[in-house]
């Protein structure tokens, strides 16, 4: 064994010398022989004659010393790529078609994976980030698995063993001033026991201490290091300065190091300690905890369970129906997109697997043509794994340079797929920005090129030696017995057909949706609308009364402004999640079941903000101006919560009672079982049915709140106006108008009702444009090898179809036995691929909900395009066909 | 490569080399091929490129080592001799072929036995 390797080792190293000394050594060894036969009496002609042949030739002898000497493999490798690289080069067509096929195929597996790698898999920025989990809370009455969980909760959750230390943070939108002008920026409530577990520290300063959880001590505050640059520019003396956050003083006590945030979806620009919260109904935290070295994420979810069913049986009213469900970080980070990413992986295999079938029969067809070439090698002593190798070598040298080109081609698409799903898409990605090249990507490149080399490669390699290839030298080319293309060749182009109605398939289920979504009915007008987001800062706003006089003065003057049709407030724009629900009461009807309530989406608009959004009114009226503080609580609800909540009788005059802590600034007051009091509210008008979650999803009972009587402090708003014109160009002119009526009230957002409807598609939308980009890839593909495959099979036929012609045929007759031939394997490639997306289009239905996974209309469509595109690839060349003349074909050999 | 023949050769040629230059001390390819055709009692003709390979192997085993010399005739000539490994190599193989010829001797033997 030792020995072998010693040996390897010499050849290995003695490819990259030559071997001179040889040719003195057999010098010397003829020398010598050549003194003998001298000295026996030969002539030297002779001597050196009888030398030779006892040496067995010169040449061979060095051929087989060099044999022994080096790798013979490595040598004949050698001689096969520059032999590949040769006839690649002889054939620029099909080269170029087959790079560019695989480079397609590569680069948009290349493209996709970057992405799943900078979102899904590298590590987080944190010191051994996987260890890291974050622990949802799941509700099996509602069925959610990703929810967020309460204090309380998490402070039991954090008693488990799994876990050497866990954290809860939430994020809250605030207000910053730290002189005249107020920001509006994100900022992380957190935990004091974040930075052990993240292993993240303050660049300056401290982190914070478990006390100041406690309420009244908790006014300090950290800096993260761009807010920190942008506000203070960087000045290192901000510790012990005061920021006023909510217009409350914060002392500043740290600064974040750079690149450092715990909030994936968005980076926080300051922190401040989570305040300790004693509601168990609550639910508001990411829990985020570090396992212990060794300890795995199963039993951690088992200790989990262990405390969740323990909390439920000591509070059964609370959380009877909690649990918790831990997820590595990372993934949870990503949970929204990673069910898209890897259906995106999945579709892009497919057009890798379309391609290397293209390629396949490619080299198929050209393989029948090389028949004799490898014919007459085999008769010149190349054994078959000889030429076996050689086919590989050239389909593994067209994958290596279609890898090459793909690396390239998927570098940008990664790049541009990185940018379009960044703009395009409202919930964001995290990390998507950082998509790009690194040795990950590049090894998953050379491996899938690799992988595909050899996959189209084998089957024209296996298939060029397996009949006995002396028969091919005996064979007339003119066979009439082999008038068809082999059969592998039509089973790869079926493949491919199938494949490609897959994608088809699903592109087309994807589009339907779309386009239902788009013309789904909105209960809305959306044009000639600007959606101002504002922010009510808290303790200013906790009173109706100063929430009336700011909307009551930004209404009149906007009412009085050129160009402004009506304006008004709501809290929850259409297609935006929805309101919160809320439990209320049905006055002279008892509750639904004892202890419970019904329910409904509660939400707040004034008195125009039916008008400007032109949302029908169906019944009674909307709100108007005398429908103050001191009148008697009107609301208005949708058809649905009508017809729910007053089947058969008018729903106008009816009174409802919601529990309300009034007046109180936080936002716990929304939560019904801190209630403090009842308000009795009449039911005044009903408006049509609003898509409020989103266009995809049918509305739910809605009850709006009138904003000028409503004790709801609701710090979120949002500023509906109607425009005569342009809705863009009254940007400025609502900005004065608001700021006027409030200068501490920040603006956070103006974007049109129309920007907000196409956003609410975005999602739809990209992943049916990226399906369509890859179906259209796939259909071209498989048009390109029916293409190949017709076209071939009649140059092969040409013969066979002069004597037809010749004996009487009709060109009809000709171009129909083509066209069959070529349509009837389309046929089968849709009915197999028919089955295939039977099975695949309902995986869609986790990414876009609307989708109805074997939508018929959508089915039959994309059979009917495969079809035609079939067609025209069969057509032209079956048409050439139908022209062959019988004399020329006759006589091709 | 080289055919079913000549690999059967090559084993019995390794050794047929190893135990020549045991005997001789130092060589060059000519004199062993020389000597083994001598020693056969010129039964056997050895093809004389197959020696060279033979050598080469030998060499990247370790058994035997080669470096440049003048030969009898004066003529420039590599010359291979055994190396440590080598002598323990001539011994193994000499066992071994010894054992194979007395098996193979048994089947031959004229007598049958009952």
């Not at chain 1, 030969?42 to 050196?48: D, F, K, V």
């Not at chain 1, 940018?419 to 990390?431: E, F, K, S, V």
């Not at chain 1, 639904?592 to 329910?599: A, I, Q, R, T, V």
């Not at chain 1, 007051?669 to 801190?674: A, C, G």
Request: contains cysteine; charged residues 20%.
């Amino acid at each position: 064994m030792i020995r072998a390797l010693r040996a390897l080792s010499f050849r290995v190293a003695a490819l990259f010398r030559n071997d001179g000394d040889f040719s003195a050594e057999l010098d010397s060894h003829l020398q010598h022989h050549i003194d003998d036969n001298i000295r026996a009496g030969m002539t030297p002609e002779a001597a050196h004659r009888e030398a030779v042949l006892a040496l067995g030739g010169v040449m061979q002898t060095r051929e087989r010393y060099r044999d022994r000497r080096r790798l013979p493999i490595v040598d004949t490798l050698r001689q096969d790529i520059v032999y590949a690289v040769r006839l690649l080069r002889k054939s620029p067509a099909f080269t170029l078609t087959a790079v560019a096929t695989l480079a397609l195929g590569i680069g948009a597996n290349t493209a996709i994976f970057s992405v799943v790698n900078a979102v899904l898999l590298r590590p987080l920025p944190y010191r051994d980030a996987d260890r890291l989990v974050m622990i949802f809370a799941t509700n099996t009455q509602t069925g959610a698995s990703t929810d967020v969980s309460s204090y309380p909760d998490y402070v039991d959750w954090s008693k488990a063993d799994s876990f050497e230390s866990m954290t809860a943070f939430a994020t809250r939108n605030v207000t910053v001033s730290s002189g005249s002008e107020a920001d509006y920026v994100l900022a992380l409530r957190v935990a004091s026991t974040a930075f052990d577990t993240y292993r993240i520290q303050p660049a300056i300063g401290r982190g914070f201490r478990a006390d100041e959880q406690q309420p009244g001590r908790s006014h300090v505050v950290i800096l993260s290091d761009g807010y920190w640059k942008s506000r203070f520019g960087g000045a290192p003396d901000v510790l012990g300065e005061t920021l006023r956050v909510n217009e409350e003083p914060y002392a500043i006590i740290g600064v974040m190091p750079a690149g450092v945030h715990i909030n994936a979806a968005a980076p926080e620009e300051i922190y401040v300690p989570l305040v300790v919260d004693p509601s168990r109904t609550h639910g508001f935290l990411r829990v985020v905890g570090r396992l212990r070295p060794g300890v795995t994420l199963s039993r951690a979810q088992a200790e989990m369970r262990v405390i969740t069913d323990r909390l439920a049986k000591a509070y059964p009213k609370s959380n009877a129906t909690i649990g918790a469900n831990a997820m590595s970080l990372v993934d949870a980070t990503a949970v929204n997109v990673r069910t898209g990413l890897f259906v995106l992986l999945g579709v892009v295999a497919l057009v890798l697997l379309i391609a290397c079938t293209n390629v396949a029969s490619l080299m198929l067809a050209r393989g029948t043509a090389r028949r004799r070439e490898l014919s007459v090698r085999a008769a010149l002593g190349a054994d078959r794994a000889r030429i076996v190798r050689q086919l590989l070598t050239e389909s593994l040298l067209l994958a290596g340079v279609g890898g090459i080109v793909g690396l390239a081609v998927g570098t940008w698409m990664a790049r541009a797929l990185a940018l379009g799903l960044a703009a395009n898409l409202h919930r964001a990605i995290p990390r998507v920005e950082t998509t790009g090249v690194d040795g990950w990507v590049l090894g998953f490149t050379i491996l899938i090129s690799l992988a595909t080399g050899i996959v189209f490669g084998l089957a024209p390699a296996f298939s060029a030696v397996s009949p006995d290839l002396n028969a091919t030298l005996r064979d007339d080319s003119r066979s009439t017995t082999s008038h068809r293309s082999p059969r592998l060749q039509r089973a790869l182009v079926v493949v491919e057909t199938a494949l490609a109605l897959i994608l088809l398939a699903g592109a087309g289920v994807l589009l339907k949706s779309l386009w239902t979504l788009g013309s789904v009915s909105r209960g809305f007008e959306s044009d000639h609308v600007l959606a101002v987001d504002l922010w009510l800062p808290q303790p200013r706003f906790a009173k109706l009364s100063d929430r009336a006089r700011f909307f009551g003065e930004t209404l009149t003057h906007l009412r009085n402004t050129p160009g402004v049709r009506s304006a008004g407030f709501v809290a929850d724009l259409p297609l935006n999640g929805g309101s919160d629900g809320l439990g209320f009461r049905i006055v002279g009807r008892p509750d639904p079941k004892p202890g419970s309530m019904f329910n409904a989406g509660f939400n707040i608009a004034s008195d125009d903000y039916f008008s400007a959004m032109r949302i029908p009114v169906r019944q009674g009226r909307a709100f108007t101006a005398a429908d103050r503080g001191d009148a008697p609580g009107a609301i208005v609800i949708n058809e649905t919560a009508a017809r729910r909540f007053w089947p058969n009788e008018s729903p106008l005059g009816r009174q409802i009672s919601l529990p309300i802590a009034s007046e109180e600034p936080d936002e716990h007051s929304r939560d019904t079982n801190d209630a403090s009091s009842l308000a009795t509210l009449t039911v005044i008008g009903v408006v049509a049915d609003v898509r409020d979650i989103s266009l995809a999803t049918a509305a739910r009972p809605e009850i709006y709140l009138n904003s000028m009587q409503a004790r709801l402090p609701w710090p979120w708003l949002v500023l509906a106006v109607h425009t005569i014109g342009d809705p863009g160009t009254l940007t400025n002119t609502v900005r004065n108008i608001v700021h006027n009526a409030d200068p501490n009230v920040p603006m956070v957002k103006f974007s049109t009702m129309d920007q907000i409807v196409s956003r609410s598609m975005a999602e739809p939308r990209v992943y049916t444009i990226l399906l369509a980009v890859f179906a259209a890839v796939a259909l071209t593909l498989a048009a390109v090898g029916l293409y190949g495959l017709v076209s071939f099979t009649v140059s092969q036929r040409t013969h066979e179809l002069g004597i037809r012609v010749a004996l009487g045929a009709a060109r009809g007759e000709i171009l129909r036995l083509v066209l069959g031939d070529g349509l009837r394997l389309a046929a089968i490639g849709a009915v197999v691929g028919l089955a295939g997306a039977w099975a695949c289009t309902r995986v869609l239905r986790t990414l876009v909900h609307s989708v109805e996974p074997n939508d018929p209309l959508a089915f039959a469509s994309v059979i009917v395009l495969l079809l035609a595109v079939a067609l025209i690839a069969t057509w032209l060349p079956a048409r050439r066909a139908a022209q062959v003349d019988p004399v020329v074909a006759l006589r091709t050999d | 490569m080289t055919d079913d023949k000549t690999d059967v050769w090559q084993g019995t040629l390794a050794l047929m080399i190893l135990k020549t230059l045991e005997t001789l001390g130092s060589l060059h390819g000519y004199g062993i091929a020389r000597r083994i055709e001598q020693t056969s009692a010129n039964h056997l003709i050895v093809n004389y490129g197959t020696l060279y390979p033979a050598l080469l192997k030998l060499e990247q085993e370790g058994y035997i080592a080669s470096e440049w010399g003048i030969s009898e005739n004066n003529r420039k000539a590599k010359f291979y001799r055994l190396t440590r490994a080598g002598k323990k190599q001539v011994e193994r193989e000499t066992r071994e072929w010894e054992r194979t010829t007395e098996i193979l001797a048994r089947f031959l033997a004229p007598r049958r036995q009952a």
